[in-house]
């Protein structure tokens, strides 16, 4: 999605640049609001402005790529430096007689660096997108195999738990509920779901690297990011 982003030769990249925009716009407003206390519709003006000048018309997501390193710690990097640059012109401005209410950027905490609060927002948001596109690619596969039953027992004991804070369903509801002959039967279906969900996480974190090396660092970091939530 990144790269067609940033390929303004594709006719696609204005679908891509729209999903990524809705997908971080919350998370550079909140980390405004939350973390830095500005006020909030400086907030939304300054992300708007990023999105508009970084991202639409000077296109920097052309310049992303997986052997640079992670696209939340570009995109960190470039907000980071853009917020510092937009702030510095507000206090420019304030030894005129321009907008009073202005933000100083010697009222604010630090800016953004890999330790903030923003850098835990993002890798958040990371992390939710690959757990959900993990699960999307389990469930196409499911169907394509006329095996609904296995996703539908991985849903109850393991994914409904997390994403909902819910009870497992336990293995007897399981057997009544999808005509099992056994809650052994349904223990064996959740091993064999967990095979391929872990098979499935593996492939989509391995499309954003560069390196299949890299592959199990990132889910050893996916683990650390979730051990946080």
């Known amino acids: 999605m990144v790269a067609r982003s940033g390929d303004r030769d594709r006719e696609t990249w204005t679908e891509a640049l729209g999903t990524i925009t809705r997908l971080y716009r919350p998370v550079l407003v909140r980390h405004l609001t939350f973390q830095l206390r500005v006020p909030p519709d400086q907030a939304e003006d300054l992300v708007q402005a990023f999105l508009c000048e970084k991202l639409l018309t000077q296109n ?27 702030l510095r012109q507000q206090q420019a401005l304030k030894r ?88 052994s039967e349904a223990s064996n279906l959740l091993i064999t779901a967990k095979r391929m969900f872990a098979r499935m996480l593996h492939e989509v974190v391995r499309e954003t690297v560069a390196d299949d090396r890299d592959v199990e660092a990132e889910i050893r970091e996916l683990k650390k990011i979730l051990s946080k939530s």
């Not at 920097?60 to 917020?83: D, H, T, Y």
């Open 96 to 183: 005129g007689p321009a907008r009073p209410d202005a933000v100083r950027l010697d009222d604010l905490p630090d800016l953004p660096s890999g330790e903030t609060p923003l850098a835990d927002s993002l890798d958040a948001l990371w992390a939710r997108q690959v757990l959900a596109r993990t699960v999307e690619r389990m469930q196409a596969e499911c169907r394509a195999k006329h095996r609904p039953t296995l996703f539908a027992v991985l849903e109850a004991r393991v994914l409904r738990p997390v994403f909902d804070d819910s009870a497992p369903l336990p293995y007897e509801e399981l057997v009544a509920r999808f005509g099992l002959r056994s809650p």
């Open 60 to 86: 920097v997501l052309r310049q992303a790529a997986p052997e640079k390193g992670r696209f939340r710690s570009f995109i960190l990097k470039v907000f980071s430096n853009f917020v510092r640059d937009q």
